[in-house]
């Protein structure tokens, strides 16, 4: 499918890409994350983007991202995705956000959560010329379950209490074997900028807008971020990369909050009655989720805070 894109593709007198020069590839380009990151890239820099997904039949055009069919776990896609970077750049940023993230679900399928989360992994680094850098977008289920008077800085003792972070720590040590850098989100939240395709915070407003209730943890605590404030701070890693930077950096805010509390707190955003956000126990209700998961894992932010330079990194609802 990629070599066909090139052959049509390539000598197109309106394409954008004319010439060599650096840019960004995102791998996993259509999900939450990669929307906010394409955003953030248009808004804070001049570089163009390859945007690649497995579906890209709804993505939002625009003259600076070529949008690139791609199966991952597929080595053929993955040798021409290659090529065609190659052929446009002579050196790349990239950032890899595919994954198979959901706990329940790799618990549930096993195989296909390790052929995407490693072993394609594995072929992609083993695979792409001209990296410039590579940030891989990993979680705070690396860490075990922690404690409202512990943060886990980049170097705590990784244990992961369920597959999907056992999968990310096996991940981390492949991107760090071959000398790129890794990033742990914690819990993200925000409003979705995709076509046709909600996040809970939508849900959610939706929800409560509409005069109904909702249920959320009340005993689930994170150092949770927005989507939009996560991604500029990674595009800012990329903008400022240096072979000196920490190979390993936590993007999280700095602020201690309850799943519950987000709830309240977008409530107020949209002038709905806090009622309509009712707390739940973790621990009192085990039906929702089927893989196990920590009600308290926080990231240390210190690091990314001394490397860019910043005050403070807030959660922004």
């Known amino acids: 499918m990629i070599n066909e894109f090139i052959k049509s593709k390539g000598k197109a007198k309106s394409f954008i890409f004319l010439y060599k020069y650096e840019m960004y590839l995102i791998i996993g380009a259509n999900g939450y994350v990669g929307a906010y990151t394409i955003k953030n890239i248009l808004e804070k820099t001049t570089e163009n983007i390859i945007a690649v997904d497995k579906k890209i ?34 050196t790349v940023k990239i950032i890899y956000l595919a994954a198979y ?34 940030f891989y977008s990993s979680t705070e289920m690396v860490y075990a379950p922690g404690n409202l008077s512990t943060k ?93 930077m920490p190979t390993v950096l936590n993007i999280s805010g700095d602020e201690v909050i309850s799943k519950y509390e987000i709830g309240l707190r977008i409530a107020q955003k949209y002038n709905c009655s806090s009622d309509l956000i009712v707390p739940i126990s973790m621990h009192e209700d085990n039906t929702i989720f089927t893989a196990e998961r920590a009600d308290c894992i926080l990231l ?18």
């Not at 625009?62 to 002579?90: A, P």
């Not at 240390?300 to 609802?317: H, T």
Request: aromatic share 8%.
């Open 57 to 90: 039949d709804l993505v939002n055009k625009n003259d600076r991202v070529l949008w690139v069919q791609c199966d991952i776990t597929n080595h053929e896609d993955i040798v021409n995705l290659n090529k065609l970077v190659t052929n446009k750049s002579e």
């Open 101 to 134: 993230h959901a706990p329940d679900q790799v618990l549930a399928n096993p195989k296909i959560a390790w052929n995407i989360n490693i072993t394609a992994l594995s072929d992609f680094l083993n695979t792409l010329d001209n990296v410039q850098c590579l």
């Open 152 to 244: 886990f800085n980049e170097d705590a003792l990784k244990q992961p209490i369920n597959a999907y972070g056992k999968n990310k720590v096996l991940a981390e040590a492949l991107v760090l074997g071959r000398g790129y850098n890794v990033v742990r989100f914690p819990f993200l939240i925000g409003k979705s900028i995709l076509k046709e395709k909600k996040h809970f915070y939508d849900i959610i407003v939706e929800t409560i807008c509409g005069g109904k209730t909702i249920e959320m943890f009340k005993d689930a605590y994170k150092t949770a971020l927005d989507f939009d404030t996560a991604t500029k701070v990674l595009v800012d890693l990329a903008e400022r990369y240096s072979h000196e």
């Open 300 to 317: 240390d932010n210190s690091c990314v805070k001394k490397v860019l330079e910043l005050d403070e990194i807030k959660l922004q609802l």
